[in-house]
DNA sequence: ATGAAAGCGCTAACAT
DNA sequence: ATGTTAGCGCTTTCAT
């Protein structure tokens, strides 16, 4: 029983006996014996590898796309590299690189890099770029428009006219495509959309423009995600405005930490898990046939809790609860 | 030029001409060449790989781990596996043979699995364990138990007699040591220790156990965790139950979420980033002595913050509070 | 159905 | 300081 027969046992076990077949696999079993995956993938050029670059895994909007990815990747017998880029651009681009041998295709996920840049790289490894549309990339997004939309309208319903966005930051496609969404709704007789912006996309970044959104005289506010929806009610909450008494806020994402806060947040509900199994499926079938460039858009939903309420039983807007409207006694 | 001079070129530059070299890095940026390092590992031994194990990548605690010790491996030019066992020991074990080819060492984290398995995988692969400690393998643990004498000494110093423990999941070396420590503490005249487990531990595990520990009596509950504490909380307040008024609650981990909730919770907070990076260095520092097992114990710490109060301004334990001493004016 | 041999991209002796 | 050679563990023709 020679070594190439071994090799055939594992990798294409239908070309050898069934009786030599076990006798192979049985020892293999007692000797603990797998078949390296590194060398077999020098001579094959399938190393069963993903790689994964999130802008920060600590930031609970990933968490969730990464287990799911992960999971994934596994059922097709495939591991997964992950990588975080702190949210800079010069390092996503060497992380790129550098996975690029050890890896049959990387997943991109809210790259801050230029589409340009994007696309060189894409020449170099298969990717899949999540939160984001490149023409010619296969993509998987959520539709952050269609939830951006269904916020503003579930603001203007309230009663709210002057609507502020906390934008995300500077390169985000999501943050963008809000925006533009963001802009389109708003747009009517007597309603106006005040945008501050660019933002870190965390609690921080919230908290540090709950001095404007406070200034803007908003009586509502859309943040780029539910992190800084958060850090906003916070900012707010020093300031002496309430949510949603004083000021509605919708968030987006719908993180677990959402429903635990107080007031629990309304916000957008993206499918991250369904977008991190996406993503695997379309790199895994990049072989199959790989000019047609997919795009998976999935669909958002607004969820409604406590941070929103129609303006009517709010006070004058973001300024501080002293107005004669708010007589409230305490309960 | 001749191509084990590109070799020495990126594996050992002391032994090329200064000029030849320049030369061979010119080419080789031109050429966008990279040494390919899966088949430099089939020669040298080393992947310089590493892969990460643990329990689950959507429990908060986990993430601000994998990123410390992402970044860290980085730092030294060696890349993360991540793998997702969901608490399943027999995943767990599966996961650690799939990757032993492929990287350089393991790091387990919080793993399920028995004493016995963990010492002969560690045979396989070099192994550093977080969050448990085995005698004669390397770890790197977080002094929980001094956490927990701190989390109930402040009960106690609260007027607390009667105080619940919300064990974590069956194999936990973390719970085992939590309650040791907690029986140990708490013991004294007068006081008493009650202790409900196993839990999953999560928030529907905290959830879970509220009913038990409404009956228990306990006017006081250190939890395994802050996830499981919010949970509780939870629980207990669409049961009428007050914290901290009527219950105090006090988690371990001081994950971000803890500081967001109301109340915000009183916990015991566990170096979870420096853990990632200690367990890394642990685990590149494998080669260089192996037969030196090292032990990191990191120091906890209590975190004080509005899920604790005095016994005196308490309800008569975890009965609804419908008790004579409650008569409080809404405020 | 199995064996023999070449070679994936690289490094590490060993020459020169 | 550089070239030559063998071989890491595997798969894959090509023979048999």
């Known amino acids: 029983m020679h070594i190439s027969t071994v090799s055939r046992t594992f990798s294409a076990p239908h070309l050898v006996n069934v009786e030599t077949r076990s006798r192979v696999l049985a020892c293999a079993e007692q000797l603990g014996y797998r078949p390296n995956r590194a060398a077999r993938a020098l001579i094959t050029g399938r190393t069963c590898n993903i790689g994964l670059i999130v802008a920060d ?6 968490p969730p796309l990464i287990k799911a990815a992960e999971a994934q990747a596994r ?14 651009a010069i390092v996503e681009e060497e992380l790129v690189r550098a996975l690029a041998k050890q890896v049959d295709g990387v997943l991109l996920c809210s790259p801050r890099m230029s589409n340009s840049l994007i696309e060189q790289l894409s020449r170099e490894v298969p990717l899949v770029v999540v939160n984001r549309q490149i023409t010619g990339l296969p993509a998987v997004v959520m539709d952050v428009a269609q939830g951006a939309r ?10 709210h006219r002057r609507i502020a966005l906390a934008a995300g930051p500077r390169g985000s496609w999501t943050s963008k495509e809000i925006r533009r969404a963001a802009m389109l709704a708003v747009r009517g007789p007597g309603r106006e959309l005040v945008i501050t912006g660019p ?3 965390t609690e ?7 001095d404007q959104i406070q200034k803007s005289g908003a009586t ?35 993180i677990t930490l959402s429903r635990l806060t107080r007031p629990k947040l309304t916000t957008v509900a993206t499918p991250t898990a369904a977008a991190g199994r996406a993503a695997v499926d379309m790199l895994l079938a990049y072989g199959d046939d790989r000019r047609t460039t997919a795009l998976i858009n999935l669909q958002t939903e607004l969820v409604i809790r406590d941070s929103t309420a129609p303006l009517s039983s709010q006070g004058s807007g973001a300024a501080p609860a002293v107005t004669p409207s708010t007589t409230e006694t305490p309960s």
């Open 57 to 62: 895994i600590a930031n609970p909007f990933f």
């Open 75 to 88: 059922r097709h017998d495939n591991h997964i590299f992950v990588a975080d880029t702190n949210e800079d």
């Open 150 to 159: 269904l916020a503003m309208e579930h603001l203007i319903g309230l009663g």
């Open 199 to 201: 933002n870190a996309p």
């Open 204 to 210: 921080n970044g919230g908290l540090a423009v709950a």
């Open 220 to 254: 509502a506010v859309l943040a780029y995600n539910d992190l800084m929806a958060i850090g906003l009610i916070e900012g707010l909450h020093t300031r002496g405005i309430r949510v949603p008494q004083d000021i509605s806020i919708v968030g987006i994402d719908d």
